[in-house]
C-alpha cells in the first residue's frame, strides 16, 4: 500500500474510532448530564451536582436548602419543611464528597441568583479539606458553580471509560432497582433527569454550540476559586451567609461510634473550635450518645438514615419532642466549647474502649454497651 494510502486509511480510523467513542458516550451518557438521547435509566448514580444546580435554574422558588456531603441526603426537603419552617421551600443540594471549598462555591452561586431565607449544613470532619478529583465524572460540580469553562467541562463527559459503560449496561438490564436520584428531594413537582423526548435537539445545541459562545463571551461575575483550606472556605462561606443575611442551621454528623473511634481526638477537638470560634454556634450530633453505638441507626459505617436525618433536624430546629433529644444534639458556642470538647476526649476514650470491648467479645455482638 503506498505510504500516501495509508496515512489517509490510518487517519480514517483513528478518527471513526474517535467519533465511535463520543457517540457511545452521548447515546450512553451515564451521568445524564449530556441529556441529548434521553430514555429511562436506572440501577446507576447520575450526577447529581449537575442536575440539581441545572433543576434549581428552571425553578427559582427554592429560599432555603440543604448542604453538606452524601450524610446530608438523609435530610429529607419536606422533612426540613416541617421541623424548620412551612413558610419556606426547602430544596437538598448536597452532593457525594461534598468538601469546605464546594459548599462555599454553592453558597456563593445560591446567594447572587436568589434571596436565600435559611441554610442548613452539614459540616464533616472528615471531608472539609479532602481535594476534588478533576477526572470524577460522578462529582464533577457544574460551571456556573466553579467558573470551569463549559466546553471542558461536557470534553469531559466524552471520555472513554470502558469499566463504567460495563458497569453501567450491567445495571440496566438489572431487574432489581434502585433510584439515588431524588434522595432528599423526593418531593419535587419534576424529576432531575426527564427521560423524554428521546432526542433533546435544545441539549444538543446547549452542550455544543452554546457552551462554546458561553465560553467565548466570558463569565462576569464567576465565583472565586478554591484556593484554601477546607476551616478557610468555611469561614469564606460564613462570611457570604453574613453578608447576605442568610439565616444558617450548622452541624456536625452523628459519626458512627467505630468511625468516631478512629478520629485523632486532638485533630478533632482542635477542628471543632475552630468551626466554633468561625460558626458562632454550631449543633454537634457525634461522640458517644443515644444513637451513634448502635448500627441499626445507620444505612453503612459512614450513613445514618433518614430517621436519625429528622431527628437531627426536629432538634436544630427545637421542634423535637421533650422525651425524644436525650444527649443526641449539643448545641455549641463560645461560652460551653471548653467544657464540650473536654466531655469529647472523655467519649472518644469511652468509645475506643467499647470498641474494643466488642471486638474481644466476637462478631455476635453488633452493639457497643
Known sequence: MPARRFNRWWLATVFGLCALQALIAVVADPYCVLGIVRYPKRNFEPNTRFLKVEYLRRHPEFDAFILGSSRASFLESEAARAACGPQRRYFNLNASLENGAGIRQKLDWLTRTRKVAQVIIAVDFDLQSVPGDPLDLLRQDHPLITGAAYTGFYAKYLLFQPRILAVYLQGQFRVASFDPWNRGNRHLAETLYAAAPPFDFVRLFDTTVGAAATDLAGKPSAPRRATDTGTGEFRRSIEILEQAHVDRILFVPPYRLDQYASFS????????????ADGGQIWDFSGYNAVTPDPRNYDDPLHFNEAIGDRILQRACGTAPDDASGDFGVRVTSENVAAHVAGHRIQ?????????????????HARAP
Open 265 to 276: 481526638i486532638d485533630a478533632y477537638t482542635a477542628w471543632l473550635r475552630k468551626t466554633v
Open 348 to 364: 472518644h476514650a469511652a468509645a475506643r474502649a467499647a470498641l474494643a470491648r466488642r471486638q474481644a467479645a466476637g462478631p455476635g
